[in-house]
């Protein structure tokens, strides 16, 4: 079992150190299923730095084999009638995982929704949908500094002009987050529980 999957946008997988070995034809030896719900728990490297998301009950492997140590727990546990223990909500990694490179996170919808608050950038409503700032048809990019979350009134108004085409400005330019974003994107938002570690993921990378 691995710790969990590579950094999104890298080819390379986790160092193949932190592979916990699964026990044939059945779920982990030693780890007790949980008792309720235990959600996801973020990885720290050993530099403190966020490195990956994974489930609890992998989170729990890592701790029972001596490869991370809790930080922070979430309230579930898991129990057996060997073991009770904490689910983690955040584990730091006992040895340093080399990162090859690191990208800026990958435009997706929903990470634009986020990165915007879910708010039209162009008049402060509930956000529905994606603009280009500069329209694709004339040779905008489809990349983070050139899109931004829109209303349908906005986005129908707009169409392919610029915003100062259409008489419309933006409440703030759109920017490529930080390489961490990926973390926010894939469980939907930073909880509280993580916050202090992925609090500058939203700023410009």
């Known amino acids: 079992m691995k710790v969990g999957p590579p950094l999104v946008g890298s080819r390379h997988a986790p160092d193949p150190q932190l592979v916990v070995a699964p026990a044939s034809g059945g779920p982990d030896r030693g780890v007790p299923a949980p008792a309720s719900t235990p959600g996801k728990a973020l ?11 994974v489930s609890a009950r992998r989170a729990v492997v890592l701790v029972l084999s001596a490869k991370a140590d809790v930080v922070s727990s979430n309230g579930h546990r898991f129990r057996s009638a060997e073991l009770d223990i904490a689910a983690p909500s955040v584990l730091r990694l006992r ?17 634009v929704f986020i990165r915007d608050d879910h708010t039209c950038q162009y008049c402060g409503r509930v956000a529905e949908n994606v603009d280009h700032v500069q329209p694709r048809s004339r040779g905008g990019a489809h990349e983070w500094e050139n899109v931004v979350a829109a209303c349908r009134r906005c986005n129908s108004r707009k169409r392919d002009h610029t915003p100062a085409e259409a008489g419309m400005t933006l409440a703030r330019q759109p920017y490529a987050p930080r390489a961490a974003f990926w973390l926010i994107v894939a469980v939907g938002g930073v909880r509280e529980e993580w916050s202090i570690y992925l609090g500058d993921a939203l700023r410009a990378g």
Request: net charge positive; with cysteine; charged share 25%.
């Open 43 to 53: 990885v720290l490297n050993a530099t403190m730095e966020p490195l990956c998301v």
């Open 95 to 111: 040895s340093y995982v080399r990162v090859p490179y690191r990208r800026r996170a990958a435009l997706s919808r929903r990470g």
